[in-house]
């Protein structure tokens, strides 16, 4: 195993907005100060998605305290909003901001514009009241992404809950609206009973590029918006900077046979000195990055690359006891390839895991 200390490593920023991107290569963290010296560009940036829809939750049960912060998380996740957009890169997007509780345009579907964004969630209520209106969240979306091209990321701010206001539940809109259009759900979840779970679980389950994460890792953990919007060039080579203090390390990446997702036996060492790095730093967490060389369709490759992180993740987890909420994992698919798919030597360093630890600040 080859350690590589990072240095300088920040959060590029907070929530949907504020992606924290690595480059394939290197696997290094980007920084806002990489973008302000220019060490990072627009041309370094792959768009992973042309539109971004967020439905906000603005209900009473948003109200509920996050631990010990003395904020609710409806707070969090609104100076979230901010701070994120803040830092947001602008690739050319196509944003809107709902509430569903009940439906209010607060950023009607346009061109991303920085200020008008900011301004526009300056008119989010002070506090969140009423009941959850998902199912008609849900179908309101139709008429929107009828109107658009390209790839839509939408994240979906929920406990779970919501008002009957019909028999069909928010499943069979979710799979209505996978199954016409090129949408991935990103689900915020805070629900905190096991129908709800289920219930945003199988409203994530209609396509491969959705999800469901937990709104407790997802605010102390913004990398899992790692490549919703965009992600670095693999062929950026990042010049780190500034105090060499050690807080994190890189790995080398691990490697998968064609059309196959179990790990190779050559790499169960450099996965076991990890295990054995992370239990020395309790601090510490990991983010798997799974890729795929371009033999068959995007979908196709989407499911085989969560697979693999998937195989790595369950090593980690089960075999070395790494605690589940110190492993984030993101899949792309046939995405940011570092090498040439034009050859089986290319292809065979395309079928990787990426993998990155941090956190040692």
């Known amino acids: 195993m080859n350690y590589r200390p990072i240095f300088k490593v920040m959060i590029v920023g907070l929530f949907v907005f504020g992606c924290l991107t690595m480059s394939a290569l290197a696997a290094e963290i980007i920084t806002v100060e990489d973008f302000e010296q220019k060490i990072v560009t627009k041309e370094h940036l792959t768009k992973m998605a042309d539109n971004v829809i967020i439905l906000f939750d603005a209900s009473v049960s948003m109200n509920e305290t996050y631990k010990d912060s003395g904020k609710s998380r409806y707070e969090l996740a609104k100076t979230f909003l901010e701070d994120g957009n803040n830092r947001m890169p602008d690739l050319g997007y196509n944003i809107g901001i709902y509430l569903y509780t009940p439906w209010t345009p607060i950023y009607p579907m346009q061109s991303y514009d920085k200020q008008k964004v900011a301004d526009a969630l300056q008119t989010l209520p002070d506090k969140p009241d009423g009941v959850t209106y998902l199912v008609e969240g849900l179908k309101n979306l139709k008429p929107i992404l009828e109107t658009l091209s390209g790839r839509t990321v939408v994240f979906l701010f929920t406990d779970g809950s919501y ?199």
């Open 163 to 361: 008002t009957e206001t019909e028999v069909r539940e928010p499943g069979y809109y979710a799979q209505e609206l996978a199954e016409k259009y090129d949408i991935c759900f990103y689900i915020i979840s805070s629900a905190n009973s096991e129908v709800n779970e289920n219930m945003l679980k199988k409203v994530s389950s209609y396509n491969p590029c959705s999800r469901v994460i937990p709104f407790d890792e997802y605010i102390t953990r913004p990398e899992y918006n790692s490549g919703a919007l965009y992600v670095v060039r693999s062929t950026l080579n990042i010049v780190t900077i500034n105090d060499q203090k050690v807080v994190g390390l890189k790995t080398d990446n691990i490697l998968f046979k064609h059309n196959k997702h179990d790990i190779q036996s050559v790499f169960y060492q450099e996965l076991d000195e990890i295990g054995q790095f992370m239990t020395k730093h309790p601090e510490s967490y990991v983010v798997l990055h799974g890729y795929t060389d371009d033999v068959g369709s995007q979908t196709y490759n989407l499911s085989l690359s969560q697979k693999r992180v998937e195989s790595v993740y369950s090593y980690l987890t089960g075999e070395l006891g790494v605690d589940h909420a110190r492993v984030i994992t993101m899949w792309y698919g046939k995405a940011n390839p570092i090498a040439s798919n034009s050859n089986g030597t290319g292809r065979a360093l395309n079928r990787r895991v990426e993998i990155a630890v941090g956190g040692l600040m």
